[in-house]
Structures are given as structure tokens and as C-alpha cells.
């Protein structure tokens, strides 16, 4: 499944779900004052993952997902409401 931007944003950068989630772990993770590398150790992952997964370039999985935003602290439905809180252009789903 792939995500799309249905409408344009100002500085075009396409509205995806994953970089919608690794904004919200970069943005978490910073506030924590933490480096990539104290989250990836704690998360056990690598940390290039880490931030490709924070820059949108990779989609985490489920598991990896529930390891990162649980080392930060974080619940999935407060990490979720912070991602999809936003009001920024509508999510397209394609097949």
C-alpha cells in the first residue's frame, strides 16, 4: 500500500504517512535532548534505520515501530493522535 498526496502542500513535500510518524519520533526525540544513537541502542536498531525511518525514507515495521516510540515513552495512540492530528492536506491510499 502506498500513500499519495491528494493536494499540494506549500513547499511540496509529499504528505506521507511515514514521514508524518518520523516527524513526530524526530520531534519527540529531540525535546527528550536524545541522539539518534541513545535511541537506536535503546530501541535495539541500527541507527542508520533509525533515521531513515525519521526522515521518511523507511516505513518501520509494526514491531519496530512499538520499540521506538516505547523507548521514547510514548503510547502508539499518543504518537498516532500527533500524526495524524495535524491539518495538512488528506492522506490518499494506492494500490
Do not use: C, F, W, Y
Not at 525535546?31 to 533515521?51: M, V
Not at 503510547?75 to 492536506?89: A, F, I, N, V
Amino acid at each position: 500500500m502506498h500513500l499519495r498526496v491528494v493536494s499540494s502542500s506549500q513547499n511540496d513535500k509529499p504528505d506521507l504517512l511515514r514521514i508524518r510518524i518520523g516527524d513526530a519520533l524526530r520531534e519527540e526525540r529531540l525535546k527528550q535532548t536524545r541522539t539518534l544513537q541513545e535511541l537506536a541502542d535503546q530501541a535495539n536498531i541500527s541507527i542508520s534505520h533509525l533515521s531513515d525511518i525519521e526522515r521518511g525514507r523507511k516505513e518501520a515495521s509494526s514491531e519496530v515501530l512499538r520499540s521506538i516510540h516505547h523507548s521514547l515513552g510514548l503510547e502508539l495512540d499518543d504518537l498516532l493522535q500527533r500524526t495524524l492530528g495535524s491539518s495538512t492536506p488528506q492522506l490518499a491510499v494506492a494500490a
